[in-house]
């Protein structure tokens, strides 16, 4: 009878530990818009405390500073002797802001995240907050008064009001394929059609870019990125 009960216990605690996974773990928890299916490439929670070394999926840009605290990846400026020797050769690509990619993602993807972009008091260039879906391809650049998306440097479509709010956390995800991007923050949705936008490019592999604010940080507690099937 102890034994009966014992496995009962056991068979309960494993269930219960099953349930309590991180949704990362399972592909078919997300129930796409714009794709039949989608299949889970990459999942990241970031477990372990330290400087960001993931190569495989992620690039540092512009000697900026990436590490690992507590489960959230936090993204700060390079240091002052590097802004110094970038900025004295005229290079604007002197780590004033935080820069990272995700690289490579597919053609048609899925990306969903916990994220939030950080002001500090200390204002340099405004340049905004900005998400690349390929690199300078389909930018969004995240205001206080409004977000703007770039598609191809060709043109500008808004989104009014604070669609993506600065200094806090966001839940974020977005579906691209040829021609259309659906974008939700928290519980707001939105659906851009253009023929403009997509992510086939010159170059081989395609990307999402990550550019806070000047002075600023950016954090990712959490990313999820799928491969869309039609």
């Not at 340049?127 to 500008?156: A, M």
């Not at 691209?176 to 928290?186: A, D, F, M």
Request: net charge positive; aromatic share 8%; charged share 30%.
């Amino acid at each position: 009878m102890k034994t009966e009960a014992l496995n009962t216990l056991l068979l309960v605690l494993a269930v219960m530990a099953s349930a309590m996974l991180p949704c990362t773990s399972q592909a078919g928890d997300y129930k796409p818009e714009l794709f039949k299916s989608v299949k889970l490439i990459y999942a990241e929670e970031f477990e372990k405390d330290g400087p960001h070394k993931n190569t495989m999926q992620w690039e540092i840009r512009q000697n900026t500073q990436w590490n690992v605290k507590d489960g959230v990846l936090t993204g700060g400026i390079a240091t002052e002797k590097y802004q110094k020797k970038m900025q004295a050769i005229g290079d604007g690509h002197d780590g004033t802001r935080p820069v990272i990619w995700i690289k490579p993602v597919p053609e048609s993807f899925v990306v969903q995240m916990r994220i939030r972009y950080n002001e500090t008091s200390k204002k340099g260039r405004n340049r905004g907050s900005l998400l690349d879906l390929g690199h300078h391809v389909n930018s969004f650049i995240f205001g206080e008064e409004q977000t703007k998306l770039t598609l191809q440097k060709k043109k500008k479509i808004f989104i009014k009001d604070k669609f993506f709010p600065l200094n806090q956390w966001n839940e974020v995800t977005i579906e691209i394929k040829e021609g259309v991007i659906l974008i939700q923050v928290n519980d707001r949705r939105e659906i851009i059609r253009n023929p403009l936008v997509t992510l086939k490019t010159d170059d081989d592999v395609q990307q999402i870019d990550f550019k806070g604010q000047d002075f600023g940080t950016v954090q990712i507690d959490w990313v999820r990125l799928y491969k869309g099937i039609e």
